[in-house]
């Protein structure tokens, strides 16, 4: 594996969660990263907790192209390279079939799959004739195993596009020597379910319980930045195509209580 040091990379979705976690990564293993975020404080103050001179925040919305094209050329330019981008922003909000609503679906469909497709456009111009370029897109376990969270087909069906707009897109780079992976996390303690309607939350833990008795923990958003940084550092010629990384640990699940803060 070849080292990060000195390295450039853009994570998109990373004020918290996995996408901090990976940017904090990629620091630690010695590159910059450029950071993308909605909201001008948080992405400020994830970048701020990274290093000034490891970190560039910049807002955008990665459902906006001028937006998105705008913050990597500032990226590139501040760094003065890039080598790489992971594609990590994304969002789900709970719903039945029967009762999903258009502007969530929207959403995102807009935030997980158009923004991922936007995204890798506006980079692979600017990855062109790099040394060993790289495109990390993150998917779910959602998109393959059905004892994950219930109630999230939209967000499901959003990760499966990315993944099957990766495997193309894999094909498509090989020619400019950009690898494409994709990573598939499993379940890991994030704030994956803020935003979320109570009532649609209820549900969804619901159906969830009536999934079985037991859950798989063992796992933290950590175990993902390395496995980012991991797929990153692989040699030319040698591009990790798909990796799981999922918890291990089977455990009762908790009651329902704790996770829907009513003890």
């Given at each position: 594996?070849?080292?990060?040091?000195?390295?450039?990379?853009?994570?998109?979705?990373?004020?918290?969660?996995?996408?901090?976690?990976?940017?904090?990564?990629?620091?630690?293993?010695?590159?910059?990263?450029g950071?993308?975020g909605r909201?001008?404080?948080?992405?400020?103050?994830?970048?701020?907790?990274?290093?000034?001179?490891?970190?560039?925040?910049?807002?955008?919305?990665?459902?906006?192209?001028?937006?998105?094209?705008?913050?990597?050329?500032?990226?590139?330019?501040?760094?003065?390279?890039l080598?790489?981008?992971?594609?990590?922003?994304?969002?789900?909000?709970?719903?039945?079939?029967?009762?999903?609503?258009e502007?969530?679906?929207?959403?995102?469909?807009?935030?997980?799959?158009?923004?991922?497709?936007?995204?890798?456009?506006?980079?692979?111009?600017?990855?062109?004739?790099?040394?060993?370029?790289?495109?990390?897109?993150?998917?779910?376990?959602?998109?393959?195993h059905?004892?994950?969270?219930?109630?999230l087909?939209?967000?499901?069906a959003?990760?499966?596009?990315?993944?099957?707009?990766?495997?193309?897109?894999?094909?498509?780079?090989?020619a400019?020597?950009?690898?494409?992976?994709?990573?598939?996390?499993g379940?890991a303690?994030?704030?994956?379910?803020?935003?979320?309607?109570r009532?649609?939350?209820?549900?969804?833990?619901?159906?969830w319980?009536?999934?079985?008795?037991?859950?798989?923990?063992?796992?933290?958003?950590?175990?993902?930045?390395?496995?980012?940084?991991?797929?990153?550092?692989?040699?030319?010629?040698?591009?990790?195509?798909?990796?799981?990384?999922?918890?291990?640990?089977?455990?009762?699940?908790?009651?329902?209580?704790?996770?829907?803060?009513?003890?």
């Amino acid at each position: 594996m070849l080292p990060l040091q000195g390295r450039v990379y853009i994570v998109t979705g990373a004020s918290r969660g996995f996408g901090a976690a990976i940017a904090r990564a990629l620091v630690d293993a010695g590159a910059k990263v450029g950071i993308t975020g909605r909201e001008q404080g948080s992405i400020e103050a994830a970048a701020a907790e990274l290093g000034a001179g490891n970190a560039l925040g910049v807002v955008a919305d990665v459902s906006d192209t001028a937006a998105v094209a705008k913050a990597f050329a500032d990226i590139k330019a501040h760094f003065g390279r890039l080598d790489g981008l992971v594609n990590n922003a994304g969002l789900a909000r709970p719903g039945s079939v029967h009762t999903l609503q258009e502007q969530e679906v929207r959403l995102q469909v807009e935030t997980n799959f158009l923004g991922t497709v936007f995204c890798s456009q506006a980079a692979v111009p600017l990855l062109r004739g790099g040394d060993n370029p790289r495109i990390v897109n993150i998917s779910s376990a959602s998109a393959e195993h059905h004892d994950e969270m219930s109630h999230l087909s939209i967000y499901a069906a959003t990760k499966r596009a990315v993944e099957r707009f990766s495997r193309d897109m894999r094909r498509e780079l090989q020619a400019d020597g950009i690898g494409v992976t994709i990573l598939r996390p499993g379940n890991a303690p994030t704030a994956f379910a803020a935003g979320w309607e109570r009532g649609s939350f209820d549900a969804a833990l619901d159906a969830w319980y009536r999934g079985g008795a037991d859950m798989d923990v063992g796992m933290d958003v950590t175990h993902v930045g390395a496995s980012v940084a991991w797929c990153l550092a692989s040699p030319p010629g040698v591009s990790v195509d798909l990796l799981e990384v999922r918890p291990n640990i089977r455990i009762p699940k908790p009651d329902k209580s704790l996770l829907m803060g009513d003890g």
